[in-house]
């Protein structure tokens, strides 16, 4: 195998963070060069016995104490011996892209509708601990980049995205409607678990934002119809039925006085006055400045300017909601 006298690393792209040095034949008197934003890490029999910050050295037993004590190097002349030199690039990488590559099931808990939701974002990492780095996740392998270090780490992002998400449900910080309207929120809860999971690691979690959770339209779709069939019911659960049950039966009781001429005047006038009396209460109901009415322009006021109905769905609802005063 080759014996190489110059130790140098350039990286041929910006996502690389590791890199192994060619060849384990490594001559004392070898001029060592570390960029400023590397570290150069010397491995014999996988494990880390020294390190190398920014400079330019010439690979002597006086710079090589612990490889010295190990190999017993003779002190003087070019002195082969046996050991890995590996460089971590320590500069940040930032904007990094990331993405749930499959859905993540989640339940609605106000309607009890399951849905299945991704999300889109960018991260950025930076080598903390140059040595846990290289001895937990390296390995064995040549090279290391970012890319590498996402497919590790993506089903963990994943779970705390889940997480996130689904407890800010179930506390009511956010609903499917406006859960756009709260990324950054559940990008500061997602980082508070994420970061301790990288730090292990040696990780260093720079940055990381969520740029959109994406619904499916057909569920978007679903759950607007669930929301306007219950605002229906609750507007026919506020309806006096009994009131105008009895209207109704006191119209039909004036139709049948009017048919006889021998029940007398007294009795019609008499059901008259009760059904004028019940008449104002079903007409107080439905007047316009009723509680019921107001609640329903309110209400679907509210499904216009959360963009849950059209401008054509809402000019046809509320025509209809004016047209029963």
Do not use: C, H
């Amino acid at each position: 195998m080759a014996i190489f006298d110059r130790i140098k690393y350039e990286p041929s792209s910006d996502t690389e963070l590791v890199w192994k040095f060619p060849t384990d034949q490594i001559t004392t008197g070898s001029q060592l060069i570390v960029q400023p934003t590397q570290k150069a890490i010397f491995r014999k029999d996988g494990n880390n016995v020294d390190f190398f910050d920014s400079g330019s050295y010439t690979l002597s037993t006086d710079n090589l104490p612990v490889l010295q004590a190990i190999l017993n190097l003779p002190f003087g002349g070019k002195t082969p011996f046996a050991a890995e030199v590996w460089y971590v690039n320590l500069s940040p990488k930032r904007d990094l892209k990331w993405g749930t590559s499959s859905p993540i099931p989640l339940i609605d808990p106000k309607f009890g509708v399951p849905l299945n939701i991704r999300a889109f974002g960018q991260w950025g990492i930076q080598i903390e601990d140059s040595m846990i780095f290289l001895a937990e996740m390296v390995g064995a392998r040549k090279m290391a980049k970012t890319d590498q270090i996402y497919e590790y780490f993506k089903g963990e992002l994943r779970q705390d995205i889940s997480e996130t998400i689904s407890k800010g449900f179930v506390s009511g910080l956010y609903s499917v409607f406006d859960i756009n309207a709260n990324l950054s929120k559940i990008a500061e809860k997602v980082q508070e678990s994420f970061r301790v999971k990288l730090e292990r690691y040696g990780i260093s979690l720079t940055n990381l934002t969520i740029d959109r959770i994406g619904i499916p339209p057909e569920e978007l779709e679903k759950m607007q119809g669930i929301m306007l069939k219950k605002m229906e019911a609750e507007q026919l659960g506020s309806v006096n039925v009994t009131d105008s049950y009895k209207a109704i039966k006191t119209f039909n009781a004036l139709e049948a006085a009017a048919s006889n001429p021998g029940g007398g005047a007294l009795p019609v006038i008499a059901q008259m006055g009760m059904a004028n009396g019940l008449m104002s209460g079903v007409s107080s109901q439905i007047s316009p400045t009723s509680p019921g009415v107001e609640e329903r322009l309110f209400k679907l006021k509210k499904l216009y300017d959360s963009q849950l109905i059209s401008q054509d769905e809402f000019d046809k609802k509320r025509s209809e909601i004016l047209g029963d005063l």
